[in-house]
């Protein structure tokens, strides 16, 4: 007995040596995806101008990363703090973590290159190398094309600067851990899709829009296999009432399946109008996170797209519910 006791001792003290030597290597050799590229972006006035309209309407970079006003419908920005940073994502909305949308005016990213901020879209390593959690959808921007890419930097290097301290994320253990092995190193294209199949340009829209993130029920972070669009994830209102993502696959019973591709369009458009949109939401009563302003200002022709693209993907049965009011 006392020679297995032993044996057994000397077991677990290799494993505890060879976990302890993973978690080292995992929170000092990794992440690993390569230096920042070496690039100076030429900022075009065509760059610029695509750069803000899709960090504007379609990757919505500067709603999440400016503060918000969480009283009104839909989570109108502060103008006056464009992209200043400060918003928290965290346990709340089910997230391993607390992370903050970093400040992205030239206040914080000004000693930054081309290619750190690139890297960091891209990649999702941040100036020192440290992993980012993909809450910042860079496995999304991954996929995007590079000129897209390089409009976006260019738009942010026109953002004027402002002093705002935010704080830092982290994530918590295992998270910790795990993060630093997501990373990778992105490989991004002249051209993803085809520009005259709508269904792509849809998909690459819906992708660059990340769509799938929000209106996908997660656990500890991760999209639930089987469950991508059937809506479910929920954000908490101020005033601690719930809502909860709508289910936009094809289903018929549960999701957009009846509805015409002029409804889809109509969904949008109707908030176009700022006056109908900024408008205060008393306690109780129902808000929403979707930044319908932002979106509502994308081209019928890339709307008509994304609609295409939802028709083809698979039909879940989930009925949501999609306001819960505080007790």
């Known amino acids: 007995m006392k020679k297995l006791l032993k044996i057994a001792g000397v077991i677990l003290l290799i494993l505890a040596i060879a976990?302890?030597?993973?978690?080292?290597?995992?929170?000092?050799?990794?992440?690993?995806?390569?230096?920042?590229?070496?690039?100076?972006?030429?900022?075009?006035?065509?760059r610029v101008e695509r750069g803000k309209y899709l960090a504007t309407n379609v990757t919505v970079c500067v709603h999440c990363h400016t503060p918000q006003q969480k009283?009104?419908?839909?989570?109108?920005?502060?103008?006056?703090?464009?992209?200043?940073?400060?918003?928290?994502?965290?346990?709340?909305?089910?997230?391993?973590?607390?992370?903050?949308?970093?400040?992205?005016?030239?206040?914080?990213?000004?000693?930054?290159?081309?290619?750190?901020?690139?890297?960091?879209?891209?990649?999702?390593v941040n100036k020192d190398g440290r992993a980012l959690f993909p809450i910042m959808p860079w496995p999304n921007y991954a996929q995007m094309e590079q000129e897209d890419i390089y409009s976006i930097i260019a738009y942010l290097r026109t953002l004027e600067p402002i002093e705002n301290e935010v704080p830092a994320s982290e994530s918590f253990f295992p998270m910790n851990f795990i993060v630093n092995t997501m990373p990778q190193k992105a490989e991004l294209q002249e051209t993803t899709y085809d520009r005259e199949d709508?269904?792509?340009?849809?998909?690459?829209?819906?992708?660059?829009?990340?769509?799938?993130?929000?209106?996908?029920?997660?656990?500890?972070?991760?999209?639930?296999?089987?469950?991508?669009?059937?809506?479910?994830?929920?954000?908490?209102?101020?005033?601690?009432?719930?809502v909860t993502t709508a289910n936009i696959t094809p289903d018929t019973n549960t999701g957009i399946g009846t509805w015409t591709e002029a409804q889809f369009i109509d969904r949008f458009k109707q908030y176009a109008d700022s006056s109908f949109v900024f408008h205060v939401v008393n306690d109780g009563e129902f808000n929403t996170a979707m930044p319908w302003k932002n979106y509502s200002q994308m081209s019928e022709e890339e709307l008509k797209a994304i609609y295409a693209y939802l028709r083809t993907v698979t039909p879940v049965e989930n009925l949501v519910t999609h306001f819960t009011p505080v007790d």
């Not at 976990?19 to 065509?46: C, F, H, K, R, W």
């Not at 929000?214 to 479910?232: L, R, S, W």
């Open 19 to 46: 976990i302890t030597g993973m978690l080292i290597y995992v929170s000092t050799a990794l992440p690993n995806v390569g230096p920042a590229p070496d690039i100076e972006i030429e900022q075009t006035a065509e």
């Open 71 to 124: 009283t009104v419908f839909a989570h109108p920005i502060k103008e006056n703090m464009l992209a200043a940073g400060g918003n928290l994502y965290g346990t709340e909305e089910g997230l391993p973590g607390n992370y903050y949308a970093p400040n992205l005016t030239p206040t914080n990213l000004g000693d930054w290159t081309d290619g750190e901020i690139y890297r960091a879209i891209t990649s999702g």
């Open 198 to 242: 709508p269904v792509a340009l849809g998909k690459y829209l819906i992708t660059a829009g990340s769509c799938q993130d929000c209106h996908t029920i997660k656990e500890q972070g991760v999209d639930v296999p089987g469950m991508e669009f059937a809506g479910g994830m929920d954000f908490p209102m101020v005033d601690g009432s719930i």
